[in-house]
Structures are given as structure tokens and as C-alpha cells.
């Protein structure tokens, strides 16, 4: 018996062949994991900012125009009524709003490569009385909403992304 050495019981005890992979296997798992999930972090991100934008557009448009616009941005506001601020996205190289029926917030939102199709655009005058909603010193308050779908799935659940911008009326 050798002295220092626990005896040979089996042929492999003791042999780490393979375990680099094994342990390697592991690490790239997690790595994957971490990856796509901080890139659909981003995504989701990059998603609520292009929202935020949009209805801050929103704001712009109807705080400059207020009562002046054309097709009358009075509420109540809906995408029949106020085309200019809620009605569809305008094609490539349209100018929205202006009397073209073009919504500026989904035209904004459709910027981020998303389906602008299934977003909600409301707005809402929260001061004066019927008569004088759409007029200055007023506020006007632009939300929009969007079923956000991961980009990469992965089981993951739809989420609603809410934003929405509020300014005064000047003109």
C-alpha cells in the first residue's frame, strides 16, 4: 500500500473529464438568459419612451392649435371628432394633423416599429365648462396605451404600457 494515497476503489472515481463542460453549460445557460432578458428590458423601454414622446406630441398639437384648429380639437375628443390628434398613423412622407386626418400621436408612435394599429390615444380636457375646454388658460391631458408583446416571447405575458403628458392651452 502506497503511504499518502487513498487506496484505487474504482477506475474513475476521482476523474474530473467532462465537468469543464458540464459547469460551461451551466454558465452559457444563464449567460443567454441574462442577455435576453436585459435586451427585452430594453425594448420594452425604448417602447415606453416612443409612448411618452407621442402623447407629448399630442400636447404640442393641441396646446398650439387649442381652438384654432381646423377641424375644431374640442371635446368631447375622440379619433372621429379630432382626427388631427387621434386619428391613424399618416403614411410615410404625410404631414399629420392639419386637416389631413392624420393623428399625430400614432404618426409619432409608429416611429418605434410597432403595430400602432392596436394602441389607444384619449384625450381629455379636465378644466373649464363644455364651452370652454379647448380654450386657453386650459389644460389638455394626451394618454396613450399600448399591449406591449416581448419581443423574443419566451412565455413572457403581454404588458400594458401607459403614458401620457398634460399641458396648457395657449392659443
Known amino acids: 500500500m502506497r503511504h499518502g494515497f487513498p487506496p484505487k476503489v474504482g477506475r474513475n472515481v476521482g476523474s474530473t473529464k467532462g465537468q469543464a463542460l458540464v459547469e460551461f453549460t451551466f454558465v452559457l445557460v444563464f449567460w443567454v438568459i441574462l442577455v435576453v432578458g436585459i435586451l427585452e ?3 420594452f423601454m425604448h417602447t415606453y419612451n416612443v409612448l411618452a414622446d407621442s402623447a407629448k406630441e399630442g400636447v404640442r398639437y393641441a396646446i398650439i392649435h387649442g381652438s ?5 380639437i374640442a371635446p368631447p375628443c375622440t379619433a372621429a371628432a379630432c382626427p388631427d390628434l387621434l386619428g ?9 394633423g392639419y386637416g389631413s386626418s392624420y393623428g399625430v400621436v400614432k404618426t409619432y408612435a409608429q416611429m418605434s416599429l410597432r403595430d400602432v394599429s392596436t394602441m389607444t390615444v384619449t384625450a381629455n380636457y379636465p378644466d373649464g365648462t363644455s364651452s370652454t375646454l379647448n380654450k386657453p388658460p386650459n389644460r389638455v391631458q394626451i394618454t396613450v396605451s399600448y399591449p406591449y408583446q416581448p419581443f423574443f416571447g419566451l412565455g413572457w405575458p403581454t404588458v400594458t404600457v401607459n403614458a401620457a403628458a398634460e399641458g396648457r392651452i395657449m392659443n
Open 41 to 43: 428590458l430594453l425594448l
Open 68 to 72: 384654432h384648429n381646423p377641424q375644431g
Open 88 to 96: 391613424p398613423a399618416a403614411p410615410l412622407g404625410t404631414v399629420p
